[in-house]
């Protein structure tokens, strides 16, 4: 895994944010509190002289790790988070899980009408997924949701112009150009918390956080920020292999984002 320049990647996610906050009136974001949400937040507020100038929200289905929900609630009072906290339901879904598939953008969805937000940055990468890499800086939705993957928008770095639905929204991707060991070098340079489910205990971490329906732990050893950063250097794995969603065919991803998922 190539580490890439974190002063290049830094300037890039702080000018998006701030465009982003700049060029719509009622922007909000999604916090999962894992590593990469927690490093947008960040930037954010590196972006905004230490402070998250718009509401942060967590879609929680109520099943999440203990330590994530101890993690929302610490950091979020010691970054003064405008915290929307959104219950989701645990039902049957065709297209994905039943915990963190088509119900989870179905409360967003609730959410977003209900606060009247035009915007929301999101903290996808590129590598994360196929599907994921066809995303844009800001990328358009319509009323329902739905993303039109095949009918992306230009995009030039200093121009973020959108074909936007007048009912719909604007989701915003600043970290799209950074990879894994990018976030966790930046985590490490600046200090970041980070949930404690990533570190190392018994033999075994989570490398990318869902809830405790649909995330398994990976065998690791690494207890540290430069112990993940070393791990990382030499693994063939990927990086949400514990991950159930994104077990499934290329094409279940694909729909779902097409439907709103994060």
Same mark, same amino acid.
């Given at each position: 895994?190539?580490?890439? $320049?974190?002063?290049?990647?830094?300037?890039?996610?702080?000018?998006?944010?701030?465009?982003?906050?700049?060029?719509?009136?009622?922007?909000?974001?999604?916090?999962?509190?894992?590593?990469?949400?927690?490093?947008?937040?960040? @930037?954010?507020?590196?972006?905004?002289?230490? *402070?998250?100038?718009?509401?942060?929200?967590?879609? /929680?289905?109520?099943?999440? !790790?203990?330590?994530?929900? *101890?993690?929302?609630?610490?950091?979020?009072?010691?970054?003064?988070? #405008?915290?929307?906290?959104?219950?989701?339901?645990?039902?049957? $879904?065709l297209v994905g899980s039943a915990c963190c598939g088509k119900n989870k953008p179905e409360t967003l969805k609730k959410v977003m009408e209900e606060h009247g937000f035009d915007?929301?940055?999101?903290?996808? &990468?590129? #590598? +994360?997924?196929?599907? %994921?890499? *066809?995303?844009?800086?800001?990328?358009?939705?319509?009323? +329902?949701f739905r993303w039109n993957y095949k009918d992306q928008p230009a995009e030039l770095w200093d121009d973020y112009s959108s074909k936007m639905d007048k009912k719909g929204h604007? &989701?915003?991707?600043?970290?799209? /150009?950074?990879? +894994?060991? /990018?976030?966790?070098?930046?985590?490490?340079?600046?200090?970041?918390?980070?949930?404690?489910?990533? !570190?190392?205990?018994?033999?075994? %971490?989570? %490398?990318? @956080?869902?809830?405790?329906?649909?995330?398994?732990?990976?065998?690791?050893?690494? *207890?540290?920020?430069? $112990?993940?950063?070393? +791990? @990382?250097?030499?693994?063939?794995?990927?990086?949400?292999?514990?991950?159930?969603?994104?077990?499934? &065919?290329?094409?279940?991803?694909?729909?779902?984002?097409?439907?709103?998922?994060?």
């Amino acid at each position: 895994m190539i580490k890439q $320049d974190l002063n290049v990647l830094e300037e890039r996610s702080i000018y998006v944010i701030r465009e982003a906050k700049m060029k719509f009136k009622n922007i909000a974001a999604l916090w999962s509190m894992g590593k990469d949400s927690t490093t947008m937040l960040a @930037l954010a507020r590196k972006a905004f002289l230490g *402070k998250v100038p718009f509401p942060v929200i967590h879609i /929680d289905n109520s099943i999440d !790790f203990p330590e994530t929900y *101890k993690f929302r609630q610490d950091l979020a009072k010691e970054w003064n988070l #405008d915290l929307i906290v959104a219950q989701s339901e645990i039902k049957p $879904d065709l297209v994905g899980s039943a915990c963190c598939g088509k119900n989870k953008p179905e409360t967003l969805k609730k959410v977003m009408e209900e606060h009247g937000f035009d915007a929301l940055i999101v903290s996808i &990468r590129r #590598d +994360e997924h196929g599907i %994921r890499a *066809k995303e844009r800086y800001m990328s358009p939705r319509d009323e +329902e949701f739905r993303w039109n993957y095949k009918d992306q928008p230009a995009e030039l770095w200093d121009d973020y112009s959108s074909k936007m639905d007048k009912k719909g929204h604007i &989701r915003v991707h600043p970290l799209l /150009d950074w990879n +894994e060991i /990018d976030i966790w070098s930046y985590v490490k340079q600046e200090n970041i918390p980070v949930n404690p489910l990533y !570190f190392s205990r018994n033999g075994h %971490r989570y %490398r990318s @956080l869902g809830c405790t329906h649909c995330t398994v732990p990976l065998r690791s050893e690494a *207890k540290t920020v430069d $112990d993940i950063i070393n +791990e @990382l250097e030499t693994t063939t794995g990927e990086e949400r292999s514990g991950r159930s969603m994104d077990k499934e &065919r290329e094409y279940v991803m694909q729909r779902l984002r097409s439907l709103g998922y994060m």
